[in-house]
């Protein structure tokens, strides 16, 4: 059974950074890729970034681009999202999401493993 295990969250000033870190366990985590969405109250669930399995490819919506970066290491078994220049709008829980496939997607549906997500709450 895969279980993808969260930490990071908080409460930070606008301007500000947060780590989120994603330990993923039960499956070969170098072979497939991850991604990272997020849920503000009241809002349907939307993609924030993914990676492809080796790191070598990353994507990002305009909202985050830039200002976050997502990167994994495989000895470890665990993907990271860096959040710089965090801004009010970005408050939400943010969910790290394992893909069934190698390569990096904007597509929820090929996601079948999720954290529990730690809430980010980002003041003005």
């Known amino acids: 059974q895969v279980q993808l295990v969260e930490s990071g969250g908080g409460l930070v000033q606008a301007g500000g950074a947060l780590r989120l870190s994603c330990l993923v366990s039960g499956r070969t985590f170098s072979r497939y890729a991850m991604g990272w969405f997020r849920q503000a109250p009241g809002k349907e669930r939307e993609f924030v970034a993914t990676i492809n399995w080796s790191g070598g490819f990353t994507y990002y919506p305009d909202s985050v681009q830039g200002r976050f970066t997502i990167s994994r290491d495989n000895a470890k078994n665990t993907v990271y999202l860096q959040m710089n220049s965090l801004q009010p709008e970005d408050t939400a829980v943010y969910y790290c999401?394992?893909?069934?496939?190698?390569?990096?997607?904007?597509?929820?549906?090929?996601?079948?493993?999720w954290g529990q997500g730690p809430q980010v709450t980002v003041s003005s």
């Open positions: 999401a394992n893909s069934t496939g190698s390569s990096g997607s904007i597509n929820r549906g090929v996601y079948d493993s």
